[in-house]
Structure formats: structure tokens, C-alpha cells
């Protein structure tokens, strides 16, 4: 994302001009555009013009409108399936460039004055890569929408694993970078039982054209030549993943691509799963060859606090607290280390129901507490929106009911009081 200017004051009125590169950006621009939001991007619209005779001309028309947030949608690419006499490519190809496939659609009235079209018209802009978009925050700009500007302008980011998690016959091909995790291809090729093939020849033919179909698949949807692509992963149930890089370690020196054949030896991690579906990435992303190669990255920490979590909630549940109410009663009492929070919770269309958990991540951050914030296009992140979205290991342990019944008592103390200061109006009896 390039940010092409920013004009917010110190109370967050304002507004910000960016221009998003890739998908990743078109997910940004989802998490910081809200309901209510003025937003100003290029738009085609068809409009009708009456001539000197009295006849009817239609045309379009390309202009720039404002229109004020009523719904936002995002869809992500889709990955398309393919069997074996589908995925072949030319031998020797080393191209493996992705295209920008996420959809971005906004819909609200038309907000600004346009000869063009009538104020509080219904559009749907729909944002496109290398496209300026100016957003302007009715309510102002507060700390984690700022915070998700600056974090999506970082240079040099892209795709930092390309996995391929498969089972025999089967494989899928998963880009994951900073906030996303996108499927970008599957595969399918039918495989026979070894016992119901004579002499396994069936079953030997079979796995060969399933290597060579990944082999082809592979080299057109992981990106091995960018320089941010920091591993490969092959991930898989028993031992296939060891067969897949063999082969196609043996096919990359056959095409003779050297490219790839390095790639392979320097990058590539070999990761155990429990299966060939791509919810198994939460597993890639806590083994330990992973972990320390890719610690430092958002994604892979989003995985280690998540299991950290679930490992407290099961020895010591007292610091491991999950659910809005909750959480909140956590950090009233400054008891929070750790706070996990989905970023579908700042998607909420009510803003004081966004402005609670903007403040109470403020208010843990003063505090010293840790903040991950988990993208729910992540696994991770879907996991945790399985749990209410937020949850907190504590710094100490905290008794729930034992809280809940000092805020029971706390509210009937405070209602005791004003009935008390309250002049009852009456004589006497």
C-alpha cells in the first residue's frame, strides 16, 4: 500500500489518501473503512443525456465520487481445482507471479455535489489496484485505525511462505503473509490402493502423474523467485511430503532450472499434520522448525500466543479468561499480560461498540500489557473468532465468580448509596 497523503490533526479529524498494490491491501482497506465513513474513489457510471431532437442517449462516464459508507464486502481469490490433464504447463517454466484477485465493493449515497449524479444517489464503488482512495472518518481517525494505516504502508512486503499441504492424490496451495492466508490452487488426482493394483504398477503411475501435476501447479502459484518468500513448506500426513520433494527436486534438475532447484534445497521445511486439509496450517505454524525460522513474523506469533493460550486454559484456567465481559473485568484490575483480540471485532457497524475495544486495547497498552491482534483471514485468527474474538492470559491468576460477585456487590453498594443521598420526597407517617 502506498500512502499518497495524510492529513489528520492531533483529535484525528482528517482524512488519508491511499493507493492499494495487492490483495493484502484490499483487505487493509476493509479493516480501516467503516460504516459511516466518507470515501472518495474513481467510478464508472452510467448516466443519460436528452438531446436537441428530444431522443434518450445513455453513455459512460468515468468520474471520481464521495459517497458515505453504508456497507462494505470483501471477498478473497478463490481457488480454483484442477485434475491432472488440467494442471500441465510448458516444461522449463519458471513463472510463478500471482495476480491480485480480492474484490473490494463499497455502498452508501452519493455525498458530494457531481453534475454527474444527484446527491444521495445509491453507488457501489468498486476499489481497484493502483487506484487512489481518499478516506475520511466522520467520527475521527482513533488510534487502531491509525495504527492499521501505518502498518499496511510497510515496504517490502508480499507473501513470507508459500505451503502446500497434501495428501496422496491431493494438494493444496497456500500463500501467507503478514495478514492473509490465501488458497490459491487445489489439486486432484485419483490414486488406486496399492493392494487393488497388481504389481503396484497402477499405483506407481498414478503417483507419478500426481508429481507432476503438483510439480506444474507449484512453479505457476507459489511465488519461489520473490525475494520476500522466506520458506516452503510441505506439509502432509505420513510421508508423502518426502516423495513430493524428491520429486520435484528430480523434475527441477531434469527442466534444468537451476532457480528452482535452489529454492527447494534453501527453503524448503518438510512439517508433519494430522491431515491433508489446510486447517492444518495451525499445525505448520507451531512446529518448531517454523517457529524459529519465521518467529519474528506476525503471523507465526499470532500462532504461538493462541497456543500459548490454550495451553494455560488447560493447567491453569484462573489466567486464562476469553469473552468481552470478562476480559474487561480483567483489565479493570490490570491483571491482563497478553491480550488476544480478532480484527473482526473493529469491523463492528455500531462505532460505540468499535470505541470499547479501542479503548480497552488502549488501556491494556498503558498498562505494558501485550497486544496481538489476529487477522481472521488467518487460521489462527478464525480460531480465536471461535472464542468471542477476545480473549487474555493473565498475569495472575483471577478467580471468575469470585469476581463477578466483588462486581455484584460493588453495583448494589453504589445503588445503596445514591438511594441514600436521594431526598425521598415524603412526610412522615
Known amino acids: 500500500m502506498k500512502l499518497v497523503g495524510k492529513h489528520v490533526d492531533k483529535n484525528g479529524a482528517g482524512h488519508v489518501n491511499l493507493r492499494p498494490e495487492d490483495d493484502e491491501d484490499m483487505w487493509h482497506l476493509y479493516n480501516i473503512i467503516q460504516q459511516g465513513d466518507l470515501v472518495r474513489a474513481p467510478a464508472i457510471r452510467r448516466v443519460q443525456s436528452i438531446s436537441a431532437t428530444g431522443s434518450t442517449e445513455s453513455h459512460r462516464v468515468k468520474l471520481s465520487l464521495t459517497i458515505q459508507v453504508s456497507r462494505v464486502e470483501f471477498s478473497s481469490s478463490g481457488a480454483p481445482s484442477s485434475s491432472a490433464d488440467q494442471a500441465s504447463s510448458p516444461a522449463g517454466s519458471s513463472t510463478a507471479t500471482p495476480t491480485t484477485t480480492a474484490a473490494l465493493h463499497i455502498s452508501g449515497p452519493v455525498a458530494s455535489e457531481n453534475r454527474h449524479v444527484k446527491m444521495g444517489a445509491f453507488h457501489t464503488l468498486d476499489i481497484e489496484s493502483n487506484r487512489d482512495v481518499r478516506i475520511e472518518k466522520v467520527d475521527g481517525w482513533d488510534s487502531v485505525a491509525l495504527a492499521r494505516v501505518e502498518e499496511s504502508?510497510?515496504?517490502?512486503?508480499?507473501?513470507?511462505?508459500?505451503?502446500?499441504?497434501?495428501?496422496?492424490?491431493?494438494?493444496?496451495?497456500?500463500?501467507?503473509?503478514?495478514?492473509?492466508?490465501l488458497v490459491t490452487h487445489r489439486i486432484s488426482v485419483p490414486i488406486p490402493r496399492k493392494a487393488s493394483a497388481p504389481g503396484t504398477s497402477q499405483y506407481e503411475k498414478a503417483m507419478a502423474r500426481f508429481y507432476a501435476t503438483l510439480y506444474d501447479a507449484f512453479v505457476r502459484h507459489i511465488p519461489y523467485t520473490s525475494p520476500s518468500l522466506r520458506a516452503i513448506v510441505l506439509a502432509s500426513p505420513g510421508w508423502v511430503r518426502e516423495g513430493v520433494f524428491t520429486a520435484m527436486v528430480t523434475e527441477a534438475g531434469r527442466r534444468g532450472d537451476k532457480t528452482l532447484s535452489k529454492a527447494l534445497r534453501e527453503k524448503t521445511v518438510k512439517?508433519?499434520?494430522?491431515?491433508?486439509?489446510?486447517?492444518?496450517?495451525?499445525?505448520?505454524?507451531?512446529?518448531?522448525?517454523?517457529?524459529?525460522?519465521?518467529?519474528?513474523?506476525?503471523?507465526?506469533?499470532?500462532?504461538?500466543?493462541?497456543?500459548?493460550?490454550?495451553?494455560?486454559?488447560?493447567?491453569?484456567?484462573?489466567?486464562?479468561?476469553?469473552?468481552?465481559?470478562?476480559?474487561?473485568?480483567?483489565?479493570?484490575?490490570?491483571?491482563?499480560?497478553?491480550?488476544?483480540?480478532?480484527?473482526?471485532?473493529?469491523?463492528?457497524?455500531?462505532?460505540?461498540?468499535?470505541?470499547?475495544?479501542?479503548?480497552?486495547?488502549?488501556?491494556?497498552?498503558?498498562?505494558?500489557?501485550?497486544?496481538?491482534?489476529?487477522?481472521?483471514?488467518?487460521?489462527?485468527?478464525?480460531?480465536?473468532?471461535?472464542?468471542?474474538?477476545?480473549?487474555?492470559?493473565?498475569?495472575?491468576?483471577?478467580?471468575?465468580?469470585?469476581v463477578e460477585a466483588e462486581e455484584r456487590e460493588a453495583r448494589e453498594e453504589e445503588r445503596r448509596q445514591q438511594e441514600s443521598e436521594t431526598p425521598d420526597g415524603g412526610g412522615v407517617g
Request: net charge negative; proline share 3%; hydrophobic share 45%.
Open 153 to 181: 504502508c510497510v515496504p517490502g512486503r508480499g507473501a513470507e511462505v508459500g505451503a502446500v499441504v497434501c495428501g496422496e492424490g491431493t494438494a493444496a496451495f497456500c500463500l501467507l503473509s503478514q495478514h492473509m492466508t
Open 271 to 402: 512439517v508433519h499434520v494430522s491431515s491433508a486439509h489446510v486447517h492444518s496450517l495451525v499445525e505448520v505454524l507451531k512446529s518448531p522448525e517454523i517457529v524459529a525460522q519465521l518467529k519474528e513474523t506476525k503471523f507465526a506469533r499470532e500462532g504461538i500466543v493462541l497456543d500459548k493460550f490454550f495451553k494455560m486454559l488447560g493447567v491453569d484456567e484462573m489466567r486464562a479468561w476469553y469473552g468481552p465481559d470478562h476480559v474487561r473485568l480483567a483489565a479493570d484490575r490490570g491483571a491482563i499480560g497478553t491480550l488476544l483480540i480478532s480484527d473482526e471485532l473493529f469491523r463492528a457497524s455500531d462505532p460505540k461498540l468499535r470505541k470499547t475495544y479501542v479503548e480497552l486495547v488502549e488501556g491494556v497498552q498503558q498498562k505494558g500489557a501485550e497486544v496481538v491482534m489476529f487477522s481472521s483471514m488467518h487460521e489462527s485468527g478464525q480460531q480465536l473468532n471461535q472464542l468471542t474474538g477476545i480473549a487474555a492470559i493473565l498475569t495472575f491468576p483471577l478467580d471468575v465468580e469470585v
